[in-house]
């Protein structure tokens, strides 16, 4: 179990995806820095990481790090800013990905672009699922209308966010997955697609394992048959109307 999959008194909103992908966290030294985000603990013992807060330094890093993010572009512009970002804390830990104590401000930012209580962020910090927090604040970045939902199901139920292509733009357009099998609406994965090939999807998106063992911004391969994942449905984002002013 990972802390992606596991919140005290909540629900998981998005499955945390371990799969093979592109690996891109390089040390100075170009040896790549792994570590486990979660430790499982007992349900009765369990405490979220997010009660013990960031560094005001760590905080200020973030802030000017988002500050420098693209804005006006395409999805995958913001999110290959993040995916390339070295940037780590004084733990080796980098700010495009999940940490193992404190939690990661830029990700908790993220949240902020959804309904989730200040309440339960603040208390639970990155443990909560942020494939659709991230993409929600990547289309703000963009002046583009969201769910404002940190579901990832948000993008699909109902309406969904804007309207439902066959023939999806590399870069640009939303895609969609549910979960392969069960009832739980709200689950699966949401990101930008970036292409295919004929056994796997091309995915840039927040929550995101790609083979390591913490949670990041990358490109992944999520595989069409297989992966307890779905295709649920492409989204334009040319139809995604402009936020009101």
Request: hydrophobic share 30%; aromatic share 10%; net charge neutral.
């Amino acid at each position: 179990m990972n802390r992606r999959d596991f919140l005290a008194g909540g629900t998981s909103f998005c499955v945390s995806l371990s799969l093979t992908g592109n690996s891109f966290a390089q040390t100075t030294q170009g040896e790549d820095v792994d570590y486990v985000d979660y430790v499982a603990s007992p349900p009765q013992a369990y405490q979220p990481y997010g009660t013990s807060p960031p560094l005001a330094a760590q905080i200020e890093k973030s802030k000017k790090l988002m500050e420098k993010a693209p804005e006006a572009t395409t999805p995958s512009d913001v999110l290959k800013y993040y995916e390339t970002l070295q940037d780590r804390n004084e733990h080796g830990e980098l700010y495009n990905a999940a940490w193992a104590n404190e939690w990661n401000p830029v990700i908790v930012e993220f949240y902020h672009s959804t309904s989730l209580p200040k309440a339960q962020i603040y208390s639970q910090g990155d443990t909560i699922a942020w494939c659709a927090a991230c993409l929600n604040y990547v289309l703000n970045r963009l002046g583009k209308q969201s769910t404002g939902n940190a579901m990832s199901g948000s993008f699909r139920l109902g309406k969904g966010l804007g309207s439902e292509t066959e023939t999806p733009k590399i870069g640009e357009d939303i895609i969609v997955f549910k979960r392969s099998t069960g009832v739980d609406v709200g689950h699966g994965h949401v990101g930008i697609y970036m292409g295919e090939t004929d056994a796997h999807y091309l995915v840039l998106g927040g929550n995101q394992k790609a083979g390591k063992r913490y949670s990041s911004i990358n490109t992944t391969r999520i595989p069409k048959i297989g992966a307890g994942l779905k295709l649920a449905s492409f989204r334009s984002f040319a139809s995604i109307p402009n936020r009101r002013s």
